[in-house]
Nanobody
Framework: QVQLVESGGGLVQAGGSLRLSCAAS????????MGWYRQAPGKQRELVAL???????NYADSVKGRFTISRDNAKNTVYLQMNSLKPEDTAVYYC?????????WGQGTQVTVSS
């Protein structure tokens, strides 16, 4: 079993920055993909960014150049540095970890960007 705990959400003005963290615990295998998804009210959950255990990354077009995903494998922790935030980035952000074909999710953290 895997548990994911996110932190770092909050309220920020447009143009500001936030850093999200997600710590994984439990049975973690070396080969896995961690990432961030978000869900705005009335919308489907969407991919924000992914990072493999070797550090390869993938970003949604809407956040390229503004968000940076990183991870600390020794701490089983993934981060999302969010800069130049826009009101349309407002959503609940969910951490994910996928290993052996099984996805795990955190409880979500609210990010609100005011205009």
């Amino acid at each position: 079993q895997v548990q994911l705990v996110e932190s770092g959400g909050g309220l920020v003005q447009a143009g500001g920055s936030l850093r999200l963290s997600c710590a994984a615990s439990g049975t973690i295998f070396s080969f896995n993909v961690m990432g961030w998804y978000r869900q705005a009210p009335g919308k489907q959950r969407e991919l924000v960014a992914l990072i493999t255990d070797r550090g390869s990354t993938n970003y949604a077009d809407s956040v390229k150049g503004r968000f940076t995903i990183s991870r600390d494998n020794a701490k089983n922790t993934v981060y999302l540095q969010m800069n130049s935030l826009k009101p349309e980035d407002t959503a609940v952000y969910y951490c994910s970890l996928t290993q052996m074909g099984a996805p795990y999710w955190g409880q979500g953290t609210q990010v609100t960007v005011s205009s």
